[in-house]
Nanobody, 121 residues
């Protein structure tokens, strides 16, 4: 599976962005999908994950109530709606595909290129 994330950019605190992760090569309906971010000088961190059908999802405590993960298997695309953005959300965001709805990066098999989100006034 080849994954490509897009939709990042510069946004003011309190603003919103919607990231997309388009897949090719295989259908994502066979995979749980996750979003991760990595800030400068920090390790990659889990943000959100969604089950194969989209019926279950899982969020990092830091984004609960602000971010929403969704998927459209017909379009082979996963989304991350980010609201009420904070400066500490600034990072490169990337999507990943794996066999289970978990937060550990090592369990994901396929990774896309990231997209930079900068939250600053």
């Amino acid at each position: 599976v080849q994954l490509q994330a897009c939709g990042g950019g510069l946004v003011q605190p309190g603003g919103s962005l919607r990231l997309s992760c388009a897949a090719s090569g295989r259908t994502i309906s066979n995979y749980a999908m996750g979003w991760f971010h990595q800030a400068p000088g920090k390790e990659r961190e889990f943000v959100a994950a969604i089950s194969r059908s989209g019926g279950s999802n899982y969020y990092a405590d830091s984004v609960k109530g602000r971010f929403t993960i969704s998927r459209d298997n017909a379009k082979n695309t996963v989304y991350l709606q980010m609201n009420s953005l904070k400066p500490e959300d600034t990072a490169v965001y990337c999507c990943a595909a794996g066999p289970a709805l978990v937060r550990a990066p090592k369990t994901y098999d396929y990774w896309g290129q990231g997209t930079l989100v900068t939250v600053s006034s």
